[in-house]
């Protein structure tokens, strides 16, 4: 069975780092053609895509969020983990993670964790 | 960037009717005078996005032939035919033509 899931702390403090976590199953970044992305969503508001990782370790982030964000791929193989600095209350999001195929034929996301809300409060 | 505009941003439609949903980008999508990079995902009442479409035509594995996408360069229509209650949630277009891939507003689906 193939999963992914997100994991991290559920509150963050303004101007503190968060780290989130996907963890994944069944299937291998180390593949050719795949990647695995994060995306969020403020409530009640529309998707927005944060940053991506593809199987030969190229990064790629939201040009408007680049400047706090890292993503990273750990040795294993089967975990990517984003952090973002200097967090603030408009950072509020449900954050997900996803895994996508992308060839010069295809590009999408076939899979989705179930997404991990992180509120920004003091 | 990118930008994905789609219309209408709601709509009502009665069981066993037809619904169709607009995408509009500001730059074409088309790569390779061939391959579209639109894909269309429904966000249903209180779960993740799930894919419809890839590559502005192609129905993902699973998805029911109810469900159809058409269009190139920079007009995409998705268009939903014999809407079941099933159907209702957050219909969104978003390109991967180019990083950062980015998604339309979202338009919400409801059953009358």
């Known amino acids: 069975q193939i999963t992914l899931q997100e994991s991290g702390p559920t509150l963050v403090k303004p101007t503190q780092t968060l780290t989130l976590t996907c963890t994944f199953s069944?299937?291998?970044?180390?593949?050719?053609?795949?990647?695995v992305v994060w995306v969020r969503q403020p409530p009640g508001k529309a998707l927005e895509f944060v940053a991506l990782?593809?199987?030969?370790?190229?990064?790629r982030y939201s040009p408007s969020l680049e400047s706090r964000l890292t993503i990273a791929r750990d040795t294993s193989g089967n975990q990517v983990v984003l952090t973002m600095n200097n967090m603030d209350p408009m950072d509020t999001a449900t954050y997900y993670c996803?895994?996508?195929?992308?060839?010069?034929?295809?590009?999408?996301?076939?899979?989705w964790g179930r997404g991990t809300l992180v509120t920004v409060s003091s | 960037d990118i930008m994905m505009a789609q219309s209408p941003l709601s709509l009502s439609v009665t069981p066993g009717e037809s619904a169709s949903i607009s995408c509009r980008s500001s730059?074409?999508?088309?790569?390779?005078?061939?391959?579209?990079?639109l894909d269309w995902y429904v966000q249903k009442p209180g779960q993740s996005p799930q894919v419809l479409i890839y590559?502005?035509?192609t129905r993902a594995s699973g998805v029911p032939d109810r469900f159809s996408g058409s269009g190139s360069g920079t007009d995409f229509t998705l268009k939903i035919s014999r809407v079941e209650a099933e159907d209702v949630g957050v219909y969104y277009c978003?390109?991967?033509?180019?990083?950062?891939?980015?998604f339309g507003q979202g338009t919400k689906l409801e059953i009358k």
């Open positions: 996803a895994h996508m195929l992308s060839t010069d034929t295809t590009g999408y996301f076939d899979l």
């Open positions: 978003m390109q991967v033509r180019q990083t950062p891939f980015t």
């Open positions: 590559l502005a035509s």
């Open positions: 730059e074409t999508l088309l790569k390779n005078s061939r391959y579209n990079y």
């Open positions: 069944g299937l291998s970044l180390n593949t050719g053609g795949t990647a």
């Open positions: 990782i593809y199987w030969d370790d190229d990064k």
